[in-house]
């Protein structure tokens, strides 16, 4: 139970400050173009934060699936849970900076991402067992 617990863990917490550091490199990089607390127009910083959302996503389902070491597609889908959860309860907080467009698919595609990053991890595994 605690190497679970550590696993999810893991993998909400890769995905934590890799998001806080490139909206971080972002924010710098476009000074006027993301503000804090002014609205996000501009479609080619919120599909780079959505792609890089998605990245991320995969990202942190594997590196939840090398923590686990069983059962990983399952980690990953409680990974995918617990970022969908607070996906919604970051997302509700920045609801009328951003438009809905990018809102709706960032968080439709946090659990499968999540999930196909402990499925690769997986299937990487399997893929060395079957060779040994």
Do not use: C, K
């Not at 919120?46 to 959302?53: K, P, V």
């Not at 438009?99 to 698919?105: A, G, K, S, T, V």
């Amino acid at each position: 139970m605690g190497r679970s617990i550590m696993a999810v863990l893991a993998g909400a917490t890769l995905w934590a400050i890799l998001w806080i550091g490139s909206n971080a490199a972002l924010a710098a990089i476009f000074p006027s173009r993301i503000v804090v607390n002014e609205y996000i127009g501009h479609v080619g910083i919120l599909t780079t934060m959505f792609a890089l959302s998605v990245v991320y996503s995969v990202l942190a389902g594997y590196a939840t699936g090398v923590v686990a070491r069983t059962n990983r597609v399952g980690h990953g889908v409680a990974l995918g849970v617990l970022q969908l959860a607070l996906g919604i309860f970051f997302q509700a907080q920045y609801w009328q900076l951003m438009p809905l467009w990018y809102h709706l698919p960032f968080l439709a595609l946090l659990l499968p991402a999540n999930v196909y990053g402990a499925w690769l991890r997986d299937a990487a595994g399997r893929r060395v067992n079957a060779i040994a």
